[in-house]
């Protein structure tokens, strides 16, 4: 079956401590994507990647890094420099071009930072 | 900057019709999605709009008017199930993101 994985759903850290959300997936998709969504809220973009070893900052990048080492795999890690890292995070991927290039959403990390 | 608005929240009933608007002022504009998002779940894919015109998909259709940065959202024969928030979101031109709306919440009554 193809699709998106992220993992764990729900996550709990303590405060000052970096997390890695991971992201993976099979649709041979070129762009991959991070998302915040808080409650209430629209879904922030935090990074994107277009292609492999390319990712650009979206409007809410500051503490938080990602790498894209694989066309498979888009890992997000908060960093302690997050001033509020709680959140609903999700992870998408699409064709990067083309008339379908809808988005395919993972199902989401529920990170708690006590 | 970019601006994406719709309602915060409806209701409706059981079985009637509905229509969630978005208004939207971006730098460019690249498409219209519209996704459907239960609660604490991830989104799905609803439409995708590039054209002026309406777009029908069994009992969900989609309006985009491009001069008026306007779309609507149309969901007929309304089902309990359809309780859910609803996302408006742009593909921007330059950069070529997607920027979403904050959402419609949609409660369905019997």
């Known amino acids: 079956d193809g699709g998106i994985t992220q993992s764990p759903k729900y996550l709990f850290r303590k405060e000052g401590q970096n997390v890695t959300l991971s992201c993976e997936q099979n649709?041979?998709?070129?762009?991959m994507y991070w998302y915040r969504q808080d409650p209430g809220q629209g879904l922030r973009l935090i990074y994107y990647s277009q292609i492999v070893n390319d990712f650009q900052k979206g409007d809410i990048a500051e503490g938080y890094s990602v790498s894209r080492e694989k066309k498979e795999s888009f890992p997000l890690t908060v960093t302690s420099a997050q001033k509020n890292p709680t959140a609903f995070y999700l992870c998408?991927?699409?064709?990067?071009?083309?008339?379908?290039?809808?988005?395919?959403f993972g199902p989401g990390t529920r990170l708690t930072v006590l | 900057g970019q601006n994406i608005d719709q309602p915060t929240e409806m209701t409706a009933t059981e079985g009637a019709i509905v229509q969630i608007n978005c208004t939207y002022q971006?730098?460019?504009?690249?498409?219209l999605f519209w996704y459907q998002q239960h609660a604490g779940e991830a989104p799905t894919f609803l439409s995708y709009n590039v054209l002026d015109g309406l777009e029908e998909k069994g009992r969900f259709s989609s309006f985009l008017s491009r001069s008026k940065g306007y779309s609507y959202l149309l969901l007929k024969e309304l089902q309990m199930k359809d309780s859910a928030s609803y996302l408006c979101a742009v593909r921007v031109l330059r950069d070529d993101k997607i920027i979403f709306g904050k959402g419609t919440r949609l409660h369905i009554l019997p």
């Open positions: 971006t730098s460019g504009f690249n498409g």
């Open positions: 649709l041979n998709h070129d762009a």
């Open positions: 998408a991927s699409s064709f990067e071009r083309g008339e379908d290039n809808e988005q395919f």
